[in-house]
Nanobody, 115 residues
Framework: QVQLVESGGGLVQPGGSLRLSCAAS????????MDWYRQAPGKQRELVAT???????WVVDSVKGRFTISRDNAKNTVYLQMNSLRPEDTAVYYC?????????WGLGTQVTVSS
């Protein structure tokens, strides 16, 4: 089983930056991809960014040019660098790990963008 722990959320002003971290532990050798999702109040959870085991990345159009997903294999950690943050980026951000048979979620970290 995989365990995921997110960190790095907080309160930031519009235009500011945050870096989220997702540390994976447990049975991680069969992880095919890691994702970052977010869920704003009253909205459905949406996929924000993905990084595959081969290193391919994808981000949703609404954050393209502002958010970057990356990983440090030595630390078993995936990052989401978020720049030029906007109030509409306010949400709980969740990390997930995909294997061929299941999907594991972290507990989430709150990001609030407000002046």
């Amino acid at each position: 089983q995989v365990q995921l722990v997110e960190s790095g959320g907080g309160l930031v002003q519009p235009g500011g930056s945050l870096r989220l971290s997702c540390a994976a532990s447990g049975v991680i050798f069969n992880i095919e991809a890691m994702d970052w999702y977010r869920q704003a109040p009253g909205k459905q959870r949406e996929l924000v960014a993905t990084i595959t085991s081969g290193g391919s990345t994808w981000v949703v159009d609404s954050v393209k040019g502002r958010f970057t997903i990356s990983r440090d294999n030595a630390k078993n950690t995936v990052y989401l660098q978020m720049n030029s943050l906007r109030p509409e980026d306010t949400a709980v951000y969740y990390c997930s790990a995909r294997t061929i048979s299941n999907k594991t979620w972290g507990l989430g970290t709150q990001v609030t963008v407000s002046s």
